[in-house]
């Protein structure tokens, strides 16, 4: 093998691992096993039914509307139509993942609620690996609501600022992540289908800090008292959506 020959192989080898190591893993869809795994087969047959006026779409927070916020969602969603696609610990990939395997073929609802990203966010469990850089996340949560335009095309989507958190192991400027990835992702309201808004602030006391009644220990998930602030805090955006 020549040199000239030698010297292009290796810069090919170079490029796709470079090309590697850039690569996105908040674009690139991915499913899960276990518990997700019959979630999403449980969904898929909720779409296939159709009947859905109301889509909420994310990750655990929005799977507890099952759990600590059942009384809200009753009372509130289950009126409307409302069908509850949270799964637990999910990240933008996944939820990309369940958009083009069945869980919106079927579906014709008059509105999305969606927040997603929280665990794109921060660091891995081990408290040293970052999980996304704060453009991934951005790139993550804009390929969903882009899918959901492309899938739902007259469905209205209440896009969510991801809420606060000050999680223990959470890296100090986990709120600053947050607020960056939100001020990009205000961006994708577009004054007709999509709409933007962050309710963070109603989880916030004077200081600044996370309001301990608004979320349970791990001051990442929402207390019942939290579900009530969110329910309260999108209702009428929610209904001017759905008209």
Not at 48 to 62: A, E, H, M, N, W
Not at 90 to 117: C, F, S, Y
Not at 215 to 226: I, N, Q, R, T
Request: hydrophobic residues 45%; proline residues 6%; charged residues 25%.
């Amino acid at each position: 093998m020549n040199h000239h020959i030698r010297s292009l192989l290796l810069a090919l080898v170079l490029a796709t691992s470079a090309g590697s190591i850039a690569a996105n893993t908040a674009i690139e869809p991915v499913p899960r096993n276990g518990t997700p795994a019959r979630q999403h087969t449980e969904f898929v047959e909720i779409a296939r039914k159709g009947g859905v006026d109301l889509l909420f779409l994310g990750d655990s927070i929005t799977d507890f509307w099952r759990t600590r916020g059942k009384a809200v969602w009753d009372r509130e969603y289950a009126p409307l139509h409302a069908a509850n696609f949270g799964i637990n610990a999910d990240r933008t990939q996944h939820v990309l993942w369940r958009m083009q395997n069945g869980e919106l073929d079927g579906l014709a609802p008059k509105a999305v609620v969606l927040m997603i990203g929280t665990n794109n966010c921060g660091l891995e469990n081990d408290g040293k690996t970052p999980r996304n850089t704060t453009p991934e996340v951005i790139e993550g949560v804009t390929a969903i609501v882009q899918g959901l335009r492309a899938k739902l095309p007259a469905a209205k989507i209440l896009l969510l600022g991801i809420f606060p958190r000050a999680r223990k192991g959470d890296p100090a400027d986990i709120r600053d992540q947050i607020a960056t990835v939100n001020a990009a992702i205000a961006k994708l309201d577009d004054g007709k289908f999509v709409k933007y808004l962050d309710i963070g602030p109603k989880f916030l006391k004077a200081d600044g800090t996370l309001d301990p009644e608004d979320f349970v220990a791990d001051l990442l998930h929402p207390s019942e008292k939290g579900y009530e602030v969110w329910a309260a805090a999108i209702r009428q955006p929610l209904a001017d959506l759905m008209r």
